[in-house]
């Protein structure tokens, strides 16, 4: 209860940082805006390979461009966190009786949150350009949740990084490292039977990749709901251990001041 | 009696091989400003770490208020109230919000919490700016919010440490006459760590010379001053309005032999000695000038200061020490 209750205050404060510069999420969606304009024009021919179902490149790559903002916004959440041990307020924190795990937990809160705060924006605009959701919204809601639970997992990753590391530089370098791979990795931009089979074999196991098929899953005509409540389990799972490794990577912090 | 906060044998080391602390053991007694002096370098924060179970000691042992840092440090954390060197304010959050987060994170709450929140705004003078953020807040207004939020729980031991490091002198002044309000009024125990010997001076009614991670000497500021021997005497040599004019090269033998005089030496125009009680010696050293000839511009008496003993137990002056510590952190 009081983890409960430490984790709102955290995310409170976290909130409130945002809410005082809202144009912040603005910025973030104009890498995912290119993506869906552009690289959505630039292969809508993609339909007309043998193989491609669906006849709307678009309605095939929003899901996908929904998870991949997710995951490309909340690898940054370590940044934060850095800033938080240079000035300061985090040792302050860990000197006070507050849980370790509260200090992660509030930020992958409020990483959820602006994930699904981005995803409606992107959604909508989805909508605008001729991408249609047939799963409805019952859909759309289980692919935002996929959605903050991959930001969730990544801002954790990115978080024990940040507490490892401590240094802006290295953290930039970790996280420019993994998420295009990560990306490229899955289907967000192609079907699996389109794909070298050496990669639809790495996509198994790349946690975007579970998200993309959980997300493209629910908001399809048909939905799998076996399949998502699968990948969603995989995810949940990996956010738990995502978070026990950032809560941790505080003694790496502590053992250095 | 029980002590309020216990060093025994504490080391620590870094791991490219620094040592921060030797075997530092140190003991303050409950409701006492403590302080602890030394230059930057010298092992002062990382006891400060150690003893707000921030971080472990290597080897020995710590007690807060009774309790073992180690074993017990959710204890500890409940019982001490933190100001770490530098700021630790949120400064895209008001002072306000500050107060209150750090109010919740001690599990306070409601209204107890937002009286608890005004009263301390109010005390150290940031109740207009309250609703402001942070950032914009002036050097000494940090500092002032980092106190308040130290004291939101009200803990009945206060580790400050350099508390008025990078403040201007006025607003240290108004420091400190808040820290010494902490033991006298309210009882608390205060552990204050500085590298400024006016401010140990000041405030501490106890401290201890730290160098190289040791405690080098301890005691009362008065004490420790009386070890070393005597008050130091400067005679200015008048020139008799002629400032080029060398001073009478006979004014050390006027003074020397004189009862309790001794270390008499000539720098330019500057006669210099000490004395055991520089006060008394005053009137017949200038009886001897006098009847020597020797016209005096003027008479310091200066007693022994903290810089003295600093130099005195470790072998160099403070300003050389910090030199030194500048240098290894390059």
Redesign the interface.
């Known amino acids: 209860m009081?983890l409960v209750?430490?984790t709102l205050?955290m995310t409170v404060?976290h909130l409130?940082?945002l809410s005082?510069q809202p144009w912040f999420v603005g910025v973030t969606l104009v890498q995912p805006v290119i993506w869906l304009l552009l690289f959505g024009a630039l292969f809508k021919r993609i339909v007309d390979i043998p193989g491609f179902h669906g006849h709307s490149y678009i309605a095939f790559l929003a899901p996908g461009v929904v998870v991949m903002t997710a995951m490309f916004n909340s690898a940054w959440s370590g940044m934060a966190l850095i800033e938080?041990l240079n000035?300061?307020?985090t040792?302050?924190?860990?000197?006070?009786?507050?849980a370790r795990q509260a200090l992660i937990a509030g930020r992958l809160v409020k990483e959820a949150v602006v994930v699904v705060i981005q995803s409606l924006i992107i959604v909508v605009l989805a909508l605008i350009v001729g991408a249609s959701f047939p799963g409805g919204p019952g859909g759309v809601a289980a692919l935002f949740a996929v959605s903050a639970l991959l930001g969730a997992t990544f801002g954790g990753l990115s978080n024990g990084f940040a507490l490892i590391m401590r240094q802006e530089e290295a953290l930039i370098g970790a996280v420019q490292f993994i998420v295009l791979p990560l990306t490229f990795l899955s289907s967000t931009f192609l079907q699996p039977n389109l794909m070298p089979s050496w990669i639809r074999h790495v996509a198994d196991f790349n946690p975007v990749n579970w998200a993309v098929v959980a997300g493209r899953a629910a908001t399809s005509a048909s939905p799998d709901w076996g399949l998502v409540a699968s990948r969603a389990g995989f995810l949940a799972l990996l956010l738990a251990l995502c978070l026990a490794f950032a809560t941790r990577a505080f003694q790496s912090y502590?053992?250095?001041? | 009696m029980q002590q309020a906060i216990e060093a025994d044998g504490l080391v620590k080391s870094?791991?490219k091989g620094v040592t921060a602390l030797d075997g530092l053991s140190f003991e303050v007694q409950q409701g006492t400003v403590f302080g602890l002096l030394g230059p930057n370098g010298a092992g002062k924060s990382t006891a400060v770490?150690i003893l707000?179970?921030?971080?472990?000691p290597d080897q020995g042992r710590a007690s807060v208020a009774g309790l073992d840092v180690v074993a017990q440090p959710?204890l500890v954390?409940?019982a001490?109230g933190?100001v770490?060197q530098?700021?630790?304010?949120?400064?895209?959050?008001t002072g306000r919000?500050n107060l209150r987060?750090?109010g919740?994170?001690?599990?306070m709450r409601g209204r107890s919490l937002e009286r608890r929140v005004g009263e301390l705004l109010e005390r150290f003078g940031l109740a207009d700016a309250a609703d402001r953020?942070a950032r914009g807040y002036s050097g000494g207004m940090q500092r002032r919010l980092d106190i308040a939020?130290a004291l939101v729980h009200d803990p009945t031991v206060l580790f400050l440490d350099e508390p008025t490091t990078g403040l201007d002198p006025e607003v240290r002044a108004e420091m400190w006459s808040e820290i010494s309000g902490l033991a006298a009024g309210q009882g608390k125990t205060v552990l204050l760590t500085t590298h400024y010997l006016e401010e140990a001076d000041q405030l501490a009614a106890r401290l201890a010379i730290v160098d190289r991670g040791r405690i080098v000497a301890q005691g009362s500021p008065e004490e420790l001053k009386r070890e070393l021997r005597g008050d130091a005497i400067q005679v200015e040599l008048a020139s008799d309005g002629a400032p080029e004019q060398a001073p009478d090269g006979s004014a050390p033998s006027a003074i020397d032999g004189l009862p309790g005089i001794r270390e008499v030496a000539l720098e330019g125009r500057m006669l210099l000695a000490r004395a055991d009680d520089g006060g008394r010696a005053v009137p017949a050293l200038l009886q001897a000038l006098e009847a020597h000839s020797v016209a005096v511009a003027s008479v310091r008496v200066a007693r022994p200061s903290l810089d003295d003993v600093y130099l005195r137990y470790t072998g160099r002056t403070f300003d050389a020490a910090e030199a030194e510590a500048a240098e290894v952190s390059r």
Do not use: C, H, N, W
Not at chain 1, 254 to 257: D, E, F, G, L, Y
Not at chain 2, 86 to 93: C, T
């Open positions: 009081t209750r430490q205050y404060r409130r940082e005082r938080d000035r300061g307020v040792a302050r924190f860990l000197v006070s009786p507050v502590q053992r250095s001041v | 870094y791991p770490k707000t179970t921030l971080t472990r959710d954390r409940r001490a933190v770490a530098g700021s630790g304010v949120d400064v895209q959050a919000e987060l750090q919740q994170v001690y599990g953020i939020m």
